[in-house]
Each structure stands twice: as C-alpha cells, then as structure tokens.
C-alpha cells in the first residue's frame, strides 16, 4: 500500500457514498411519485383505453374532455365539492389557527392559575382520537337539529389541540420576553401587541400550524360522512368517496372518480409548491442559531 | 410528558422562566386569548367524551318483535358485550400488529431520508423534500382509491408484480394497507425529523468531524440521540394514526374480499353504528380512545423514563 | 342565517348537555318512542316534501311531478347507495328526527327500519290502500311483512332473476344451456374444460345468495309477533351452500369480487360464461363488457328439480314514508305516482334502468322491445315472466346490515380457503341471534 492510500479510499468512498445516497432518493422518488403519475395518466384516457392501454403512458390526450365531463355531471356538483372543501378546510384551518396561536401564546408567554392544567388538558386531547368523537358529536348535533348542515362539520373542525401545543412552543422560543416589556413600556396593550409583534414574530410557526391543521381537517372523513346527508354539502373526499361506492350502479363514474382524484388533490400539491419555503422554516422555528 | 414534547425542535431550556410580577399585571388579557379556544375544546372535545359515556351507559329494551324501543340504564352491559365480542379484540391485535411493522419501517425510512438530506451526500435537496412530501397533500380515501387500482391483477402498471403475488389476498392486504399509510406519511415524518435536524447547530458536528468521525458515525452516535424527541413526537401520532386506522380499509373493501366489516377497530365502531346500536358503538369508541390514550401515554411515559436515565 | 342560528344553538345545547351529563339518555324515550297509528290526513296549503334516493338522474322524474304539482313540490337529495352510508344517515336522522319525508329503502332493509320504528304505515292512506293490487304480489308483500293490515313503503321495483349466459362459447363448444342446477354444475365442469368459468361467485353479494335461498325455499328469517325465528342453516340454505362449496373447491368458478374493474374484465374477456343475476343485471353486463356485445341471451333460471319453475329475487326497493314525516298523505301520494305511473316508470327505467314491481308496469312497451346488446333477444320477457314466479313469502331480518357483513365475511373466508360457505352461514346464525339480543329483539335461540 502507498502513502496516499488512505486519502484515495477516503475520496472513493465518499464517490460510493453519495452514489449510494442519491440510488436511495432515486429509488424513493420512484416509489413516491409513480402512483401520482399512474393519476395523472389515467386522468387523461377515456374509460377504453383506460384498460386496454399501458397505464403508465399516455394514449389519446382526453384530459380537458374529461374534465368538462366531471364539471358537467350532475350540474357541476363537483365543483360545489371542491368549494365546500376550500370553506371547511380552509377556513377552519385558518380561523382555528388564529384561536390556537392565541391559546397557546398564552400558555407561553403568561403565568395564570390553571395553566399547567389547561396546557396538560389540551394535551390529552391530542391523544384522543378524533374517530372517537364523531359519532357522540353527531347524537349532539342531532339533539338541537343541526346535523347535516355546513356548521355541523365546520364548528369541530376549528378544534386543534395540537395546534396549541405547537404554538405554545414556539411563541416561548420565538418571542422574547424582552420584545414584550419593550411593547409595554411603548404603552402596547397585550392583545395589540400580540397582533401586531408576536404573531408577526411567529408567522412561519402559525403557516406550519395552519398546514398541519389544513390537512387534518381535509383528511377528516368519519365526520362529514356521518354528520352530513346532503351531498351538496359534502366535501370532495366525501363526494368521491360516494361516486366509488355507485361504481356498480354507474360504470361511468370508475372515470369520473380518477379525474376528480386528480382535481381534488391539485390544489393541495400546489400550495405545499408554494409554500415549501414556510415549511423548512416553521418547522424549524424553534432552531437558535 | 410536557418536557419530552416541548424539545421538539427547542433546544432544552430556551423556554425563558417566567418572572413573577407579569401575571398580576397583563392577567387580564389571558381570558381573552384562552376563552375562545377552551370553549371551543370542551364543546367538541369535552362533552362529546363526556356524552359517549353516558351513552355507553344505556341500554334499549322492548316488547314484541317491532316494539318501539326504550333507553334505560344499563350499567355496564354494554362494556360486557364488548369485552366478549371476538371480533372487536382480533381487531385490535390486528392494528397492533400492523402499528409493530408499520410504524418502524414508515419512521426507520423516514429517519433514513431526513439523514441523508441533512448529510450533504445528496444533490438536488429541495426536489427530493418536495417529492417525498407530495403524498401528504392526497387524503387518505384518495390515495387508497389510487392503490386499490395499482394493486389490481389486471389494472396495475405493476402487472409482473401483481400477477406474481395477489397484494389483495388475505394474506398480504393488511400489508398493502401498511403500505398506502406509509406512501402517505413519510414524507411528513421525513420533514419533522429533518426540521429537527437543521436545528442542530453546525459546530456540534465540527468537534466529532476533528475527532475523525465517519457520517454514519456521526448519525448515529449524535444526530440521532438528537432528534429523538422528534421521532419520539411522531412515533406517538403514528400509533394514534393506526389505532384510528379507517378510511383506507373502508375503500379497500370494494377492491379486496380479505377486509371485513370488522377489520379494524373503527370499522366496528362504524358497522355497529350501522345496525344501528348507538349505545353499543359508543361503548366501542370510549374502549378505543382510552385504548388509544393509554397507549400513547405509556409510549411518552416510557421514553420520557429512558430519557431521564 | 337559520343554519347559523341552528349552530348558535348548538353550542347552547351542548354546554347545557354538559352541566346535564347525568341524564343524557333519558330524554330520548320522549322523542323516540310513541305516537302509532299516525293518520293519513292530507294537509292543507302547499307543502314541501323531501325526498332522499340514489337513483341516478331521479331528479328529472322528480322534475316532471314538480312542473304538474305546484302545490306538493318534492325536494330530491341524492346520496350514496343505502348500504354505502344512506342507511346510516336514516338511522342518524331518525334519532336526530330529522329525517326526509320520503326514504329509498331496499326490501331487505324495511324490517331494520321498521324495527327502529322510523316507518310510516303507507297502508293507512286509503290511496295507498286502494293501489295494492296494481302491485305484484309478491313486491307487495315484501312491504307488508305477510300482514294484510299494513304496508312500510310503496313498493318501487323488483329484481326477477334469470340465467345470462354466452350463447357463442356455449354453442361452439356443444354445450347445452342448463335448465337445472344439477345440468349447470355439469356445464361448469365442460366450460372449465374449454378454458372458462361458468361465472363469478360473487363472495359478498350476500343478496344473491339469498336470492339462490329464496328459489330453492329456504326462509331465513320468521316473525310470529311475539319472536323471531333465525334460520340461515335450514336444510334448504345448506343444500344451496353446498352445491356453490362444491364448485368453489373444484375452482370451476372464478372468485373475483364484485363490482370492481376485475370483475368487469372476467365477463369482459369471456373468462366468465353466465351470470344468474337479476334484471338490472342486464345493464351491468352492458357497461362492464362491452366487448360481448350481441353474444349474451337470457334463459330462466336453472331449477332444483327438472320440470318445476320457481325464481328467485335479488334486489329491488320501497319508497317509504317516515314516520317524522308532516305530510304522510302527499308523501305517499307522490310514492305511489312515482312507482305506478306509466310516465314516471318509463323514466325510472331509461334513466336508472329500474324494473318496475306494478303488474301492468312490466307489460309497458319499454320493456317489450327487443334488446340489440343480447343479440335482439326481448330478455324483459324473459324477466316479466319470472317475476311471476318469485315465490312470496321471503322475509328479511330486523339487522340485515350486520348479518351481511357476518356471512360475507365469511363467504370472503371461504372462498380464500378458510372454511366454509355453510361454516360461515352457522356463525352468521349465531352473530345474527347475538346482534338481535344486543337490540333487546325478542329472538329464539
């Protein structure tokens, strides 16, 4: 062996490891996004060449004929679905964002009587699963009439316990005491100062929690499907959910049920483009460089 | 279980102390911003708990054959009918053997792929971040819908695979639902470890390079001990996640004769609800979310033990 | 702004359930039990009536009584199919007395309802009353539950079985269509041999089965008014369950599940050969295997001793009134235009190809025209004729959802090799009896 032995093994072996390393991302890209495009090719074929053709190439471009097909169906109820998704999930995420960021920056920043109660309390409920109150929220709604309507699925989705805990964490690491004291000899009042310092302060903590509860409440599915009956309330997991259980009665929908799979998640996979950067950091919110 | 959870992604002891004198003075402002939330948790958190209980509670009796039926008291009979309802117990034994597989394999890749992102061995970070997160974004009746078609004999673009080995068979389908939830959620446990990992300062890793350490040296013996309140942290929501498990088996049954109407715990819930036996399937769920809870907590007692040792 | 107001008192309601815990369930026996032998008044002024199904395009037939009836508009909510969640919503809605006027409930599911006591006796509206003879009598009894006096929904089509088979590969290969299930059996060994299986056993189409039961006289389910009786391992049951066992275990069927696109491509690709189905059925071999076109025909349904002619049924469903319902008198009235009329069924039948469960409703033109799909064959004849012979006494179980779901379990089991179709139809037996007692349903053990 030579004198510089070691330092050509050291540079082989970092050529084999990150060969080694990029085979594995390759592997998982595969894997990750195989089944998305065998979605968007599918989306794209009438119901023939749906079975006859490679599922993993195009045949004939029908994409935007298909989809003037689903938003024809039944006077556009698609598109009502994908509404009403954006104003549950949307709207719950965002307004029950704000009342966790409030609750949880209290918990923080504020020494009270009961707070290691609340704090452990909310905390519990994250461990409950939110399958297990479906159905009593159900027997509730029923008692006052009011299932089956948009509040029914929208007024439970706001709750977020884990969004209260996550912001308590980073309201304590984001927002310095320091800040607040300076705020308050400025003559701020607390409530002000929290919308206009802390959450300024906390915004990519707040986008992380709003991201999190976004896709908890787009993925609830015990809920609206016990709560509602109408379907022109339904959300569009719901929606389709419903179209594949009539595949029998209606071939024609196994090809409205790809296209709108295809519909319903665009929307998603788009703000995470978007939004990506807010991710790495929120998610990192609490790093002290 | 507070302490194991707010080292996320802080660093131990960022948390200021509080000083004492505040509480009097800006304690006015705490209702405010507690209030709306605490009334919003115990109306739908709460008392829907609460209310499943007393219904849990109940029993219907009645006379003749299409007699209307009454609620009365009835003890713990409905606990009994659960705790001797076969089904319901393999239910459970089957999720918990499917959370003993699943959770490690779905949170070792994870675990995998947040390291080598975070190793500097790999080009085109971002491209990969958002690739293995895209699943995230597709709910779980939708991805199960994509996978019922993939895993299909004559449908799939994996036919050599799928005509070898049928992924929907009794044998495999609990497996090829393992795999629909793990698609999904890697990608989300991948980010939350990595996010811990970027929040580990570079010097920390400086001192063991001197040293001579190896990357997987350094993965292992720093990195790692590092995030393990993140793995910790998503380690709990996939035990929740699997205990929860229904809207995929739900879809799956018109892909796969080998799902029963019981095949999960939740499926039961939802199949006695269907009979319907209100008070039965409420007694189901208070015995599942305290399974659940019970669970989870042990899990954080458990590594919060270790932690301390 | 009513719904926000609902909601608002939503909140309300559940903070005082909460001070309220304690008596929680009590309040229900108020609501849910109660008021019988409502009458059948008809309102005054104009009324709303709701209506929900899973009828595809029903909202045109809704459309064409809505333009005649300004004063009894109807109001239709489309769901998914009643075992795929509308039931469920009934149920829901019944405890939360908020269901529709007027509910699509198949046959199999009226006792259920009937149990929870969420029906509307129809029988009580002398309309209705007057009409029963329009019906089949057969449909008409599967409302009535044997008892003269009442009836729980109009009955709205009916599913008369036959055999559809591939008159092609039958006659290339020289084999003649079975008239018995002993000749079937034999003709699946020589399909088996040409390539083929003579159909798909359709493990969880639990409601076929019943339907081979219903031909071959089995009863499983009896009612005398003080108990029911559960009978799924008779003698009769178990000699269907054998013969499909038989054929299962020398895999002269093929075993794919319903309704998927696998069970498609198997009538598709001609690996199945016939399928004893009912009349919809038609339409489904239609848009699942279009690549037979002009090859299938339709000959009764194969009998368990040569020279008797008896059919079975599979499917078909009531439009029934619930008993929250304000406007028993129009619901029913609109029931009974809505599964009697010539327009309304020849509508029903081009959008939603239902057969109708009327008499006259299965001598209509639409249905006499020969079909081009089954080679020009007039195959509703065919089914008109077996509706004739569906034998009438066949009751349906107060918890049919669950004891399909325990026997297609175990049918899934069975045919996966673990156990077997009359192994799982005895602990569905036993689940059945079990699932009664828990709702407190007097049953014979």
Redesign the interface.
């Known amino acids: 062996m030579s004198v510089d032995a070691p330092v050509r093994n050291k540079v082989q072996e970092s050529l084999l490891s990150r060969t080694a390393a990029m085979l594995i991302m390759a592997v998982c890209t595969v894997y990750f996004l195989t089944p998305i495009w065998w979605l968007f090719v599918g989306a794209s074929k009438s119901s023939d060449q749906f079975t006859s053709t490679n599922p993993l190439w195009f045949a004939d471009f029908d994409l935007f004929a298909n989809i003037g097909d689903l938003f024809a169906y039944r006077d556009g109820v698609f598109l009502r679905w994908m509404l009403n998704s954006i104003l549950y999930t949307g709207g719950a995420a965002l307004l029950g964002t704000v009342l966790a960021a409030m609750c949880g920056y209290a918990l923080a920043k504020y020494r009270f009587r009961g707070r290691e109660l609340i704090f452990n309390v909310v905390l519990s409920g994250v461990l409950v699963p939110a399958t297990a109150l479906a159905l009593p929220l159900f027997l509730i709604f029923s008692k006052v009439d009011a299932t089956n309507t948009f509040w029914s699925v929208f007024l439970p989705s706001l709750v977020n316990p884990f969004g209260v805990y996550l912001a308590r964490i980073y309201a304590s690491a984001s927002v310095p005491d320091e800040l607040l004291e300076a705020a308050r000899i400025d003559g701020s009042g607390e409530i002000r100062t929290f919308f206009k310092v802390s959450t300024r302060l906390m915004t990519p903590a707040l986008i992380t929690i709003f991201l999190f509860h976004f896709v908890a409440v787009w993925n609830n599915f015990l809920l609206p499907l016990i709560m509602l009956g109408d379907e022109r309330l339904f959300p569009v997991t719901l929606g389709l959910y419903s179209w594949n259980t009539q595949v029998n009665q209606i071939p024609e929908l196994r090809g409205l049920v790809i296209i709108g799979a295809l519909l319903s998640i665009t929307p998603l996979v788009v703000a995470f483009l978007f939004l990506q950067r807010f991710w790495r950091n929120g998610l990192g919110a609490g790093a002290v460089k | 279980?507070?302490q194991t959870?707010?080292t996320?992604?802080?660093?131990e002891g960022?948390?200021?102390p509080?000083?004492?004198g505040?509480?009097v003075r800006?304690?006015?402002?705490?209702p405010?911003?507690?209030v709306?939330?605490?009334l919003?948790?115990?109306?739908?958190?709460?008392?829907?708990?609460?209310?499943?209980i007393?219904?849990s509670?109940?029993?219907?009796?009645?006379t003749?054959?299409?007699g209307?039926?009454?609620?009365v008291?009835g003890g713990l009979v409905q606990y009994q009918?659960v705790f001797e309802d076969g089904p319901f117990w393999a239910s459970i034994g089957r999720v918990l053997l499917f959370g003993v597989v699943q959770v490690p394999v779905m949170l070792g890749?994870a675990l995998?792929?947040a390291l080598?992102l975070d190793?500097g061995?790999?080009?085109?970070r971002?491209f990969?971040?958002?690739?293995?997160?895209?699943?995230?974004?597709?709910?779980?009746?939708?991805?199960a819908?994509?996978?019922g078609?993939?895993y299909?004999?004559?449908?799939?673009?994996l036919k050599p695979i799928t005509s070898a080995v049928d992924f929907?068979?009794?044998d495999f389908v609990l497996w090829a639902i393992a795999n629909v939830v793990t698609?999904v959620y890697?990608?989300y446990n991948m980010?939350?470890i990595?996010?811990?990992l970027?929040?580990v300062?570079a010097e920390v890793y400086e001192a063991a390079r001197i040293d001579g350490a190896g990357?997987i040296r350094i993965a292992w013996s720093i990195k790692i001990p590092l995030v393990m309140p993140a793995i910790v942290l998503t380690t709990?929501f996939s035990i929740?996640g699997t205990?929860?498990l229904?809207?995929e088996p739900?879809?799956f049954r018109?892909?796969?004769?080998?799902v029963?109407?019981?095949y999960t715990p939740?499926l039961t819930?939802?199949?006695t609800?269907?009979?319907?036996?209100?008070n039965?399937?409420?007694a189901f769920?208070?015995v599942?979310?305290l399974a659940?809870?019970i669970l989870?907590?042990a899990f954080l007692k458990f590594t919060q033990r270790k932690g301390v040792q | 702004m009513r719904t926000a107001f609902r909601a608002a008192s939503a909140l309300l309601v559940s903070a005082l359930a909460l001070t309220a815990c304690g008596s929680g369930g009590s309040d229900d026996d108020a609501s849910g039990g109660g008021t019988s032998a409502a009458s059948c008044a008809p309102s005054s002024g104009p009324v709303t009536i709701s209506y929900t199904t899973w009828i595809p395009g029903i909202e045109n037939v809704v459309k064409v009584w809505n333009d005649k009836n300004p004063n009894i508009q109807v109001k239709v909510q489309t769901g998914p199919n009643g075992n795929g969640g509308t039931y469920q919503n009934f149920f829901n809605q019944l405890k939360a007395n908020n269901t529709p006027d007027l509910g699509h409930i198949e046959y199999d599911a009226l006792p259920s309802f009937r149990v929870q006591d969420g029906l509307f006796d129809v029988a009580s509206c002398d309309i209705v009353a007057k009409a029963k003879d329009q019906f089949i009598p057969w449909t008409w009894n599967q409302v009535s539950f044997g008892d003269d006096k009442s009836a729980w929904g109009v009955p709205q089509d009916s599913g008369p079985m036959a055999l559809f088979y591939r008159a092609d590969l039958f006659e290339k290969n020289n084999i003649a269509i079975p008239k018995t299930w002993d000749e079937y059996a034999a003709a699946a060994e020589k399909v088996k041999a040409a390539g083929g299986y003579i159909t798909n056993f359709s493990q969880s189409d639990i409601n076929q089965f019943a339907g081979f039961t219903w031909q071959a006289g089995g009863r499983w389910f009896a009612n005398d008014g003080q108990q029911w009786t559960v009978n799924l391992t008779d003698d009769k049951t178990k000699k269907v369950a054998d013969y499909w066992q038989n054929l299962i275990s020398k895999k002269l069927v093929s075993t794919v599940p319903p309704w998927t696109t696998e069970w498609d491509n198997a009538y598709n690709s001609s690996s199945a050969w016939t399928w004893v189905s009912a009349v919809w059925g038609a339409n489904s071999i239609m848009s699942g295997a279009p690549k037979t076109a002009g090859k299938w025909r339709v000959a009764p349904m194969p009998q368990w001793s040569a020279g008797e002619d008896i059919a079975g049924n599979w499917g078909g469903s009531a439009t029934a009134v619930f008993k929250n319902s304000k406007h028993p008198y129009e619901a029913a009235q609109f029931a009974l235009w809505l599964n009697t009329s010539e327009e309304a069924l020849a509508l029903l039948n081009k959008e939603a190809q239902l057969y109708p469960a009327t008499t006259a409703g299965t001598k209509y033109s639409y249905l006499a025209n020969p079909v081009e799909f089954y080679g020009d064959q007039k195959i509703y004849e065919v089914f008109a004729d077996a509706s004739g012979k569906v034998t009438p006494d066949f009751t349906w179980g107060p918890t049919m959802t669950s004891t399909y779901a325990n026997a297609s379990d175990g049918f899934k089991a069975a045919v996966s090799g673990t156990g077997t179709l009359n192994d799982a139809l005895t602990a569905t037996q036993k689940s059945t009896i079990e699932t009664l007692k828990s709702q407190a349903i007097p049953v014979k053990e």
């Not at chain 2, 919003?40 to 499943?52: D, K, N, Q, S, T």
């Not at chain 2, 209307?68 to 609620?71: G, L, Q, S």
């Not at chain 2, 018109?254 to 080998?258: E, G, H, L, R, Y």
């Not at chain 2, 609800?273 to 209100?278: G, I």
Request: hydrophobic share 55%; no cysteine.
């Open positions: 279980m507070t959870m707010t996320v992604d802080v660093p960022t948390e200021t509080h000083k004492g505040r509480a800006y304690g006015r402002a705490v405010f911003f507690v709306p939330f605490g919003l948790f115990v109306l739908f958190y709460l008392v829907p708990i609460g209310y499943a007393v219904q509670l109940y029993t219907v009796e009645r003749g054959t299409f209307p039926a009454r609620e008291f009918r890749l995998v792929l080598l190793s061995l790999v080009k085109g971002r990969f971040r958002l690739a293995f997160f895209v699943p995230y974004a597709i709910p779980g009746v939708i991805a819908i994509m996978w078609f993939l299909s004999p004559n449908l799939s673009p929907l068979s009794a698609w890697v990608g980010l939350i990595y996010s811990a970027l929040a300062p990357p709990v929740i205990l929860q229904l809207a739900q879809v018109s892909f796969s004769s080998a029963s109407s019981t939740n819930v939802y199949a609800s269907s009979v319907p036996n209100f039965l399937a409420a769920s208070v599942l979310a659940t809870f989870s907590f």
